[in-house]
DNA sequence: CCAGACGTTGTT
DNA sequence: GTCTGG
DNA sequence: CCAGACGTTGTT
DNA sequence: GTCTGG
């Protein structure tokens, strides 16, 4: 799954990769974006054109009474999003990508010990969740735009620490995960897993645990990134 | 017809 | 144990 | 996802 | 909003 990442793209990357408009010095590094925190999202608008936006993490469904549901709906696994109610009208009309550095997994250990996980990308590249945003109108007016990112089953290198993973989008994705001219089958086609050789892993320290401990400090790995022989 | 659910994860 | 907030 | 709270009364 | 169960 994804429950934790990070985001440390300076403006001109984001602005270069997704070829959208980011003003400089509006998207402060990340090290560790938790659910209910504002999230930068790059999405196609009508006019085909592309746009960067900040949306609160956890998927409201548009008929949702209650907003408080966003707080569980921070995933949504890709081989039923285009079905489930929650998610169907965003994945038909709202896809997005959520640019991130890296994501986090605590693998569990014996008994009830976690052991946090930085996930990469082996070159230092961008990482681009699929995800779906949605809009939600709440009673006093005003408008709270969310989004969700979808999951799929571990490669793998990923398969000892956790059993689901993030949609990762290659660029040469992009246009097809955000033009409402795709179809079903050609979105559904998209949503595999990462290649375990283009990532890297490495065990960290449970600073990630502490909120509000959004720091560099996060990324000490605890040994050298590990290629996947061995990680228990 | 109306009422109630609608999700993921992990854990048991 | 379970829920809420970040 | 994890961390932290989870309650009432009265008093300052 | 839309579907399912009663």
Known sequence: MCGRFTCFLSAELLSQLYRVQVEPGSVPPRYNIAPSQPVLIVRELP???????WV??????SWSKDP?????????????AAEKPSFRSAFRRRRCLIPASGFYEWQKKEGKSKQPWFITSDD?????????????????????ETCAILTTSPNERMEPIHHRMPVILAPESFRAWLSPESC???LQGLLVPF??????CYPVRTLVNRPGNDSPELLIPLKEPDKGEDNQ
């Open 68 to 80: 408080s549901v966003g707080g569980s709906l921070i995933n949504a696994r890709s081989e039923t």
């Open 56 to 61: 609160h993490w956890g998927l409201i469904p």
């Open 47 to 53: 006019d085909g054109s592309r746009q960067a936006a």
């Open 195 to 200: 290649p375990s050789e283009r990532m890297k």
């Open 124 to 144: 230092g590249r961008p990482l681009s969740f699929a995800g779906l945003w949605e809009q939600w109108h709440s009673p006093d007016g005003s408008d709270i």
């Open 184 to 186: 079903p089958d050609e």
